[in-house]
């Protein structure tokens, strides 16, 4: 049985009109998809969008400077305003994604990688002004899968570990690093020899760091081992 589109991609489906009208274009392109989940704000592919360090309102305003030159503002039929060829080839290669990932709802992430799956269409030129590409992107959503617990897609608020995403393409040596839950204070030295593939994670959980994630405010404090540079970080995963 092939995988159904989820009710949220549906209304990112519903959005991308509005988007399209509002942008004065007769036509949904894979610009106008990306902008419905933006729009939409809730979904997977929002989240993951957001781990990776992407300001969403600036990624807003790129795709409408670049449409921004395609308007006509004379559309003729506001009630039926058709899919780019791209953006069908993208809806369509949605039940591939999420048969890869065996999900049994097509869900925002799968319309992102779609999306990302051809390097030729907007949307995804634009995203890799972000440094987002398809492979990043599935590789955090096969992390994710692999470790549920590394999700913030869950329904437990209670958080119990800390995790640090190296978003490089070198290796990430954090022997010495510090981490904890308040500004002026290193509560937890990362051991010797832990280094961080490209792309990769490594997690650290609430015995390892000796202090409560959830009751220890919002933000989360990481200090390089030479004790001269910081920063706070307010979701997860650390990106580095």
Do not use: W
């Amino acid at each position: 049985m092939e995988a159904k589109f989820s009710n949220r991609v549906k209304e990112v489906i519903s959005l991308s009109r509005e988007e399209a009208l509002r942008l004065g274009h007769d036509y949904i392109g894979t610009e106008h998809l990306l902008l419905g989940m933006v729009r939409e704000g809730e979904g997977v592919a929002v989240g993951v969008l957001k781990k990776l360090g992407v300001p969403l309102d600036e990624l807003r305003n790129e795709i409408e400077k670049i449409s921004k030159g395609t308007a006509t503002h004379q559309v003729k039929n506001l009630a039926n305003i058709p899919l780019t060829k791209a953006s069908e080839k993208v809806l369509k290669i949605t039940y591939l994604e999420a048969k890869i990932f065996k999900a049994q709802l097509i869900g925002t992430e799968h319309l992102l990688l779609s999306i990302l799956r051809d390097q030729d269409n907007l949307a995804t030129q634009i995203l890799s002004k972000f440094d987002v590409n398809y492979e990043v992107v599935k590789e955090m959503l096969e992390y994710q899968s692999e470790n549920p617990t590394a999700s913030s897609d869950t329904d437990d608020p209670d958080l119990d570990y800390i995790e640090l995403y190296n978003h490089g393409t070198s290796l990430l040596d954090v022997s010495g690093c510090f981490l904890s839950d308040a500004r002026n204070t290193n509560k937890f030295t990362i051991p010797p020899g832990v280094i961080i593939p490209p792309r990769g994670f490594v997690v650290f959980n609430q015995n390892q760091l000796g202090f409560s994630l959830s009751s220890g405010g919002e933000n989360i404090y990481f200090r390089n081992a030479a004790n001269t540079r910081s920063a706070a970080f307010s979701s997860e995963p650390l990106v580095l």
